[in-house]
């Protein structure tokens, strides 16, 4: 019988595929980590430092769009299976509930999708709602779910301002202060953010799981808590 490969060896083949935008090779990896023993946390973090390597990589023009989508769609193909893997005693640390989404006449997901898998690798339970989502779509799912935050996703300028609808309407229907919101995507400065009257903003996939760690650790009232930007 062949020797199991090293943890190293799985993880770096793990990398590898996402580096390199093959959705196969990652969906085969993760499986392979799996196999291997490795912890579905270790590999779920493995895999978000590859994507966000990928996207710096965009970012600076070292990468093409197709390659980026690729990526994208490796580490969906890899998340899909580890996070089948993530242990009782590890979804027992949850944080709480996140309703994620992109709002409405918004299709882009690879950010989006960075935000829910950092979020889920820091011990928030994520329920991701896709893209393209109306308003009451979104905070429907925030209440089913009882959600203690909603992360609004939004990389257009003409779908920025339904990230400002779901907070109006949250408030229209008089639960404002059951759910932090908190906003990002391309165009979306913190002056908006603040503007709109959510309670965080976040540059990054990983400012996303600083701010909502900052909104937790203060213990406030949503709405009115103090902003936080990272
Ligand atoms: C990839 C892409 C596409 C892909 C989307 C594929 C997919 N599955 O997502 C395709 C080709 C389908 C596409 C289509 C379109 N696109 Co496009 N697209 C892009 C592109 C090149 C990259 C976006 C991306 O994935 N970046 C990489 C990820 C990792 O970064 P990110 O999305 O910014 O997310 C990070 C942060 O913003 C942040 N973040 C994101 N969401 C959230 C949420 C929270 C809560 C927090 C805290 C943080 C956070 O964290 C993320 C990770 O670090 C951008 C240009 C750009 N440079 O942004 C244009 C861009 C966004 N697209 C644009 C446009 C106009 C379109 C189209 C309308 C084009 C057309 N004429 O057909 C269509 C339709 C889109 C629609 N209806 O939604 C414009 C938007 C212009 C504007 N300001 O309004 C851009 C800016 C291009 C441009 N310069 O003109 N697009």
Redesign the pocket.
Known sequence: MDQLAPREELLARLHESILDTEPEAAAEAAQAAIDGGVDAMEAIRTASDA??K??DL??CGDLY?PS??LA?EAMKRSMAILSQHISAEQASQKKGKVV?G?VS???????????AT?LSVHGYEVIDVG??VPPMEIIDAAQRERAKFI??????????PYQRDVLDLLREMGVRDRFYV???????TPEYARAIGAD?????????VK?CDRLLEANSTPAQSTFVQ?
């Open positions: 994507i966000t990928v996207g965009f970012e769009l980026l989508m994208g994620v992109a006449g918004d299709i882009h997901d690879i950010g989006k999708n960075l935000v950092m893209v393209n992360a609004l996703s939004a990389l257009m300028t003409t779908s920025m908190v906003v990002g995507g391309g165009p979306v965080g903003w976040g540059l990054s996939a990983v400012s996303a701010v990272e």
